[in-house]
């Protein structure tokens, strides 16, 4: 029986839909309210100080244990620092983005690694403080990573499975402004482990206030409150309605341009394309490829695109009685209608996925090695091999919300009847999907999501290695597993490159997941909105906008 942290309570992560308020302009204590609706008290702001957003949901929470929807990483991403960041450039078409072979500080001024390669060392800025007036100290690096590994969820996979931080007496405090971090052997990703949104410093001051016996972690209140050193805390929270922030008057980097964002719950997508098309919002989030068709050619809108890290895929759970044959993964993968998907639904805007991996990372291996096309043939070769010559029915899970992803599933559907099996699309609300599929028990689910550190072998630690809490697809291979342990115990990247090569191998022969499209990030906003910039987790830092 493979080894698993505690299974997350979350919808794509923990269905919470109630917030109290964090945090004002005047830098007072939040004020507290009701479940379902907190209000602040932020001022008013002139137009160019504010920015309206029109998302397909308000945030389900923003603490990085136990939320990462999209909207939750948006929010809890502008409400955190990490102690260090990525510097960022233009690339070829004039847009910004990151730039992953450059590093820079962040609540770290500054960083060494030992001479051995296992200690990491980051020295604090000092005089960083928030909105409670706590400053930034070791103990809160020290104390956000015991809090993780304690609550094994989301930030517990992060420090073991990623940093390999698996004891508290790995992280060292050295004195109030400087901690360190050593694993057993090298770890090539502790520096950019050090860059993840999930790995933002919490104040240890403020939230051990909220602790209680039956809550030593705070995760009620933090579940409701930003406490950390980001540029922005929350106004106000009307649950399924629109979530207000406002500027943290005391962030190190200085006030922003933007103070106030108005954060709106629009779940239609369409109705979110009328919104930008009339100028009532500033930026709208998640439009399917109909739609930003559309935005492109709307008077005063600019999308902007990135070929990015978000794959969309199918996974099939190995422990099911019928997916568990190989022989079955291998004929779904052979059975799937990729180009059909990628003209009739994609309309071109995105590419044929091949790997775990995206295209965008280093160690792509995908051109080299994915031999999946659509051959119906072959497929039901492979069924009438593993007994199902006569077919089978199944139930495949999505997001009643995703529009696309149904329409991907039709066609699949359709190719499947011709091999005599019956696909049950079953559509579950938005919350319940991302609740549900992080029990790791569908047979069969659609959706889409991306590996935020830049790392080759990021992906499969998130989708492939057995311990880790969101590989749904439940493979625990031990050849899989031993090969991600060599790669993040070396910084020889000739022998992690080989690593990552095997594993991508040994994933194309298991077949646990169908790769569909790599389909790009396409971010719309009003064309006076400058500083749109692509992050790995997709999410805009508001204090980079700015409005002309």
Not at 426 to 441: A, C, H, R, S, W
Not at 464 to 470: F, M, P, R
Request: glycine fraction near 6%; proline fraction near 4%; include cysteine.
């Amino acid at each position: 029986m493979k080894k698993r942290f505690l299974p997350l309570i979350l919808a794509l992560c923990v269905g919470l839909t109630s917030f109290a308020g964090c945090g004002s302009t005047s830098g007072s204590a939040p004020q507290s309210g009701s479940a379902a609706t907190i209000t602040g008290n932020a001022a008013e702001y002139l137009p160019e100080e504010t920015l309206t957003i029109a998302a397909k949901a308000t945030p389900q929470g923003i603490d990085t244990s136990f939320h990462n929807s999209i909207e939750s990483m948006q929010a809890f991403r502008n409400c955190m620092d990490t102690l260090l960041v990525f510097g960022t450039m233009k690339d070829e078409n004039g847009e910004w983005t990151q730039d992953f072979s450059t590093l820079e500080g962040a609540l770290a001024e500054d960083w060494e690694r030992s001479e051995d390669g296992r200690t990491v060392t980051f020295y604090l800025r000092k005089g960083v403080t928030n909105q409670y007036g706590n400053e930034l100290c070791a103990e809160d690096v020290r104390w956000t990573i015991e809090r993780g590994l304690e609550l094994n969820a989301v930030m517990s996979f992060f420090a073991t499975t990623v940093a390999q931080i698996y004891d508290i007496e790995q992280v060292q405090v050295i004195d109030e402004y400087t901690v360190s971090i050593t694993t057993e052997e090298p770890n090539p990703m502790l520096e950019t482990w050090a860059c993840h949104a999930f790995n933002g410093i919490f104040d240890s001051t403020e939230a051990k206030k909220h602790t209680t016996a039956d809550d030593p972690w705070a995760t009620e209140w933090l579940a409701n409150h930003a406490c950390a050193y980001g540029p922005y805390v929350i106004d106000t929270w009307n649950a399924g309605q629109e979530v207000v922030f406002t500027t943290n008057p005391n962030y190190w980097k200085g006030v922003p341009q933007i103070k106030k964002i108005v954060y709106k719950e629009v779940p239609d997508a369409a109705n979110r394309l009328a919104l930008i098309q009339s100028g009532a919002v500033d930026l709208v989030e998640q439009l399917p490829t109909r739609q930003l068709i559309e935005a492109r050619h709307a008077a005063g809108v600019k999308v902007h695109s990135y070929d990015s890290n978000v794959v969309c895929h199918i996974e099939m759970n190995v422990e099911d009685e019928i997916f568990g044959d190989v022989l079955v993964r291998q004929a779904m993968n052979y059975a799937f209608p990729y180009n059909e998907v990628l003209e009739s639904v994609l309309f071109g805007m995105a590419k044929q996925a091949k790997s775990m991996n995206p295209s965008t990372y280093p160690d792509f291996f995908g051109d080299e090695t994915w031999n999946y096309t659509t051959d119906l043939d072959k497929a039901r070769e492979l069924l009438e091999q593993a007994g199902y010559g006569d077919g089978f029915t199944f139930d495949c899970y999505v997001d009643a919300g995703v529009d696309e992803h149904i329409q991907m599933l039709v066609m699949f559907q359709t190719n499947l009847a011709q091999l005599g099996v019956t696909m049950n699309i079953v559509q579950l609300p938005t919350g319940d999907f991302y609740t549900q599929i992080l029990e790791n028990k569908f047979p069969m689910s659609i959706w889409q999501d991306m590996p935020g550190l830049p790392d080759g072998v990021f992906g499969y630690a998130l989708w492939a290695v057995g311990s880790s809490t969101v590989n749904h697809s439940n493979i625990d291979d031990p050849r899989i597993n031993e090969l991600y342990v060599e790669n993040v115990s070396t910084l020889d990247a000739a022998k992690r490159t080989e690593a990552n090569r095997g594993i991508q191998d040994v994933l194309l022969e298991e077949a646990p997941w169908i790769y569909i499209a790599e389909t790009g990030w396409h971010y719309t906003a009003r064309e006076n909105v400058e500083g749109i910039t692509w992050y790995t987790l997709q999410d805009i830092r508001w204090d980079k906008i700015s409005k002309n």
